[in-house]
């Protein structure tokens, strides 16, 4: 199994890991049903080295961009500032969570431990014990293009929370 992403986006995604320091990144990579690519830099509420959680409003706002182009989320993927880039425990219990999912995004990891920085593509999958998940490492392959780069933020608009998303 393979992973084709353009450079562009991998790039972005280092950049965003390294403008995020000293806490992990986060954001999504959705892909419209004529293929199109946009990666959308999320805000990491729980601003933290160590765990990541964008925050439900921005998820939603991002479901229904997908949705609007009958799309589908293709990568979740966050940084790691001191750790490797595979999926950690704390990862793994998150993914948890979402067991039994019909479809499963594919995780992309940068790690910043490495200089370069390491980005390698992993699929989460129900593990055969009904408590587990399993990460797999895939090919992460570069493609020819670009992609669409946007940036969320949460912004207070009459004293309450919106999101805001901004061009790169």
Known sequence: MTLKLPQVLIDEMIAHSREDLPNE????IGRASDGALTLWRA???Q???WRF???PQQLLHLYNEIEDVDGDLLVIY???????ARPSPTDLNIARLHKGATEWPYWVLVSLADEPPSVRAWRIDDGDDPD???ASEIELAIAT???DRRR???IEVDGRPRVQETSL
């Open 145 to 147: 293009g670009d992609a």
């Open 25 to 28: 990144c986060c954001g999504i």
């Open 78 to 84: 966050h940084s790691h500032v001191a750790s490797e």
């Open 43 to 45: 805000t990491n509420d």
């Open 47 to 49: 601003a933290s080295p």
């Open 132 to 134: 587990t998940v399993k």
């Open 152 to 154: 969320l933020e949460m």
């Open 53 to 55: 959680n964008i925050p």
